[in-house]
């Protein structure tokens, strides 16, 4: 496919897990390399553990947060390879999927 916008092709990995684990995937993420992530705190959703709410009082560790972080492929692969053992016993999950970014230094 033609890109007619000059963009960069990049790896956007989404992780959506306890805020308990968060340290866990921080740490990962800078282990592989990442420049930044975006963090949102108290996710609300249905899945298969049941309903979860978001805005939990006094209490962020067992609210959801979900991370989204975009690398070049490499080294999404090596966050992915982390990520899918601690989701093995743990509630969460991972989506990944292709995007283009306009400053890819940024990512580097």
Do not use: C
């Not at 921080?26 to 309903?51: C, D, K, P, Q, R």
């Not at 992915?80 to 283009?100: A, C, H, K, Q």
């Amino acid at each position: 496919m033609n890109n007619i916008w000059d963009l960069t092709q990049m790896t956007k990995v989404e992780i959506v897990i306890s805020g308990e684990d968060m340290p866990v995937i921080v740490e990962l993420l800078s282990e592989v390399g990442a420049t930044g992530f975006t963090a949102l705190s108290n996710v609300s959703g249905l899945g298969h553990s049941g309903y979860h709410q978001g805005r939990l009082l006094f209490n962020d560790r067992n609210a959801l947060t979900m991370l989204t972080v975009v690398l070049p492929g490499e080294r999404a692969t090596a966050l992915i390879n982390g990520i899918r053992p601690l989701l093995s016993d743990r509630s969460g999950v991972l989506f990944v999927s292709d995007t283009w970014v306009s400053r890819p230094e940024y990512f580097r």
